[in-house]
């Protein structure tokens, strides 16, 4: 008599019989933790059904490995199998292209989210237009002839730049004769003993004398051709 489904034993066949596994009572234990079942209670319910003949078992040694009898369940025959073959492609067939709508379907929220409000686009519209009003007020001092920089102020600009990079120049040149004194005959790597002191040439932060210098040429030319 098989035994009440609300009880440890009914509990724990149903759990084999819907596994249809081999399982060991460790096994069985955890899985059925949400019923407040212990291992003791678990092992003794399966020791029971196995040998009321509810549940097959197969001893390893000293562990028991109990599985549901395979006489309570339909086998399918060779059309069958195919059969369910051929509905399991079907199955998947269907589940990827619902997979691909459910993607559309996301891409397509993600995108509506992505756009911006009424209320957004007036408050970006006003800020565009607030700058493109400054450009033009801008473009028109230009145009009129409107002197932004006054002579003398840009000639101490001009002046200032210039000791910048003479100075620059000269100092690049004193530190490469020192550095070349340094790693004469040193048998360190230069790139290494470079990153071991912290060193940092012009390139490493992006910057290029040689653009300064073609800058302070052109500045140069532009003041003889203005004499």
């Known amino acids: 008599m098989p035994p009440k489904s609300d009880s440890c034993e009914g509990i724990v066949l149903s759990f ?12 069985v234990a955890d899985a059925l933790q949400k019923f407040n079942l212990k291992k003791t209670a678990v092992q003794k319910a399966l020791d029971a059904l196995a ?19 395979q006489d309570q369940f339909d086998i ?15 199955l ?9 709508a459910v993607s559309e379907v996301e891409s ?13 686009i007036k408050s970006k519209e006003a800020k ?21 920089v006054k002579p003398e102020d840009k000639k101490i600009i001009e002046v200032s730049f210039s000791e910048k990079v003479n100075q ?18 040193s048998p360190k790597d230069q790139k290494e003993f470079k ?19 073609d800058m302070l040429a052109s500045l140069n030319k532009r003041r003889k051709i203005s004499r």
């Open 92 to 100: 998947q067939e269907e589940l990827a292209e619902q997979k691909k």
């Open 108 to 120: 397509e929220v993600r995108g509506l989210q992505s756009n911006l409000t009424l209320a957004e």
């Open 51 to 69: 040998d009321s003949g509810q549940i097959s078992f197969k001893e390893y040694g000293k562990q028991k490995i109990y599985i549901a009898r």
């Open 16 to 27: 084999v019989n819907e596994q249809n596994r081999p399982l060991n009572s460790q096994n």
């Open 195 to 213: 990153e071991e002191l912290g060193l940092e040439y012009d390139e490493d932060v992006g910057v290029n004398l040689q653009s300064y210098t």
């Open 168 to 185: 620059w120049r000269k100092r690049k040149r004193m530190f490469k004769e020192l550095w070349d004194n340094i790693t004469e005959n």
């Open 128 to 148: 565009l237009q607030s700058e493109v009003q400054e450009m033009e007020e801008k473009i028109n001092k230009l145009q009129s002839g409107v002197i932004l």
């Open 76 to 90: 399918p025959n060779g059309e069958e199998l195919e059969e369910m073959k051929k509905a399991n492609n079907r």
